[in-house]
């Protein structure tokens, strides 16, 4: 049984950071690219990053960038979101997804963690 466990979300004033992790279980970790989204009250689950097998990441350009980075550990079948400078629209809860090749729409993905929660105050 697949399952993946996100963990590190809070509470954060502005401007501060997280680190998100999110740790998988029964599967081949290395075979999978992961992905990150976020779905905020009352909108759609968004993209914010997903990683190749072999640890190139594309993020969210227009929310993301710059701000977030996306980082596996294979040996731990661990993904980690790291969130710097993180402003109150950030504030959503926090998904990791896996699948077999990078994607980057929620509706591709196979496996779902259960969501962490993010909230950025003003």
């Known amino acids: 049984q697949v399952q993946l466990l996100e963990s590190g979300g809070g509470l954060v004033q502005a401007g501060g950071s997280l680190r998100l992790s999110c740790r998988a279980s029964?599967?081949?970790?290395?075979?999978?690219?992961l992905g990150w989204f976020r779905q905020a009250p009352g909108k759609e689950r968004e993209f914010v990053a997903a990683?190749?097998?072999?640890?190139?990441?594309?993020y969210n350009e227009d929310s993301v960038k710059g701000r977030f980075t996306m980082s596996r550990d294979n040996a731990k079948n661990t993904v980690y979101l790291q969130m710097n400078s993180l402003k109150p629209e950030d504030t959503a809860v926090y998904y990791c997804?896996?699948?077999?090749?990078?994607?980057?729409?929620?509706?591709?993905?196979?496996?779902w963690g259960q969501g962490t929660q993010v909230t950025v105050s003003s």
């Open positions: 029964g599967l081949t970790f290395s075979n999978y690219a």
């Open positions: 997804a896996a699948r077999i090749g990078i994607a980057t729409t929620p509706s591709s993905y196979d496996y």
């Open positions: 990683m190749r097998r072999i640890g190139v990441g594309t």
